[in-house]
C-alpha cells in the first residue's frame, strides 16, 4: 500500500532523527520506504533549496522566498514524490507544504489562503495522507540546535523566538483545520518514545 506521508514541526523537534528509526523499523517488516525533504529532494529542487535557506540572503523579499519554496516543491512531486507513490511504496518527507502555510502564511504575515492558493497551484491540490505534527516549545526546539554543532544553521534559525512561537502555533492551527490527516506528537519526550508514537501513527493510517 502506497502512502505520502509528510513530517512537520518548528526548528529543533527532532523529526529527522525520530523518523530515522521508524524507516528502519518499516524497512525490516518488508515495507519499500522512501525518505526524502523539502525543499529538496532532487538536484533542482536542492539547487532550489540552497538560494532559499543560504544565511547571505537577509534581503530575499517574503513573497520571493514563498515562491521559491512552491517551485522547489513542483520539482520534488514531479521528479521523486509521484513516481514512487504510483509505484506502491511509502514517501516520508521531512516538510511540505504544510511549512509554507506555517512559515510564509502564519509567521511571515502573508496570508495562510494565498499561500495555499500558490501551493494549489504547484502541487495540482496534492495533500498527504498522513502529516505528523512533531509539537515542541520554540526555545526548546532552538536549544537543542544550539547544543548540535553537527546540526546545519539555516537562515530561518537566526530568526527571533517570536517568529518561531508564530510558527508554532500556525501548526497547531493547521492541525484543527486539517483534523483527518494531522497527527500531533508530543516531540519533548525522549526520542524512542517520540519514535513509537510516529511509528504507531503511521501503521494506524496503514
Keep these: ?39 529538496g529532494g532532487t ?18 523579499d517574503y513573497r520571493t522566498e ?3 519554496y512552491a517551485a522547489s516543491r513542483r520539482q520534488h512531486l514531479v521528479e521523486k514524490v509521484w513516481p514512487n507513490v504510483k509505484e506502491g511504496k511509502l514517501v516520508i518527507c521531512d516538510r511540505y507544504l504544510d511549512s509554507s502555510l506555517a512559515y510564509q502564511g502564519f509567521a511571515r504575515g502573508l496570508g495562510v489562503e494565498d499561500i495555499l492558493n500558490v501551493n494549489m497551484y504547484a502541487t495540482e491540490g496534492t ?3 498522513l502529516t505528523l505534527l512533531f509539537d515542541l516549545p520554540p526555545e526548546v526546539g532552538l536549544a537543542r540546535i544550539n547544543a548540535n554543532s553537527n546540526r546545519e544553521v539555516n537562515r530561518l534559525d537566526l530568526e527571533k523566538i517570536s517568529f518561531h512561537e508564530k510558527v508554532r502555533n500556525g501548526y497547531l492551527e493547521l492541525a484543527k483545520r486539517f483534523p483527518t490527516r494531522y497527527v500531533i506528537i508530543d516531540a519533548s519526550m525522549p526520542l ?11 501503521k494506524e493510517r496503514l
Design 1 to 39: 500500500m502506497s502512502l505520502f506521508i509528510t513530517l512537520e514541526g518548528p526548528e529543533g523537534s527532532g523529526k529527522t532523527s525520530a523518523i530515522k528509526i521508524v524507516k528502519e523499523t518499516l524497512e525490516n517488516e518488508g515495507y519499500q520506504i522512501v525518505m526524502t525533504r523539502e525543499p
Design 127 to 129: 495533500f498527504p495522507d
Design 43 to 60: 538536484p533542482i529542487s536542492e539547487q532550489i533549496r540552497n538560494v532559499i535557506l543560504d544565511k547571505n540572503n537577509t534581503a530575499m
Design 192 to 202: 524512542e518514545e517520540v519514535a513509537k508514537a510516529a511509528l504507531k501513527a503511521i
Design 66 to 68: 514563498a515562491l521559491l
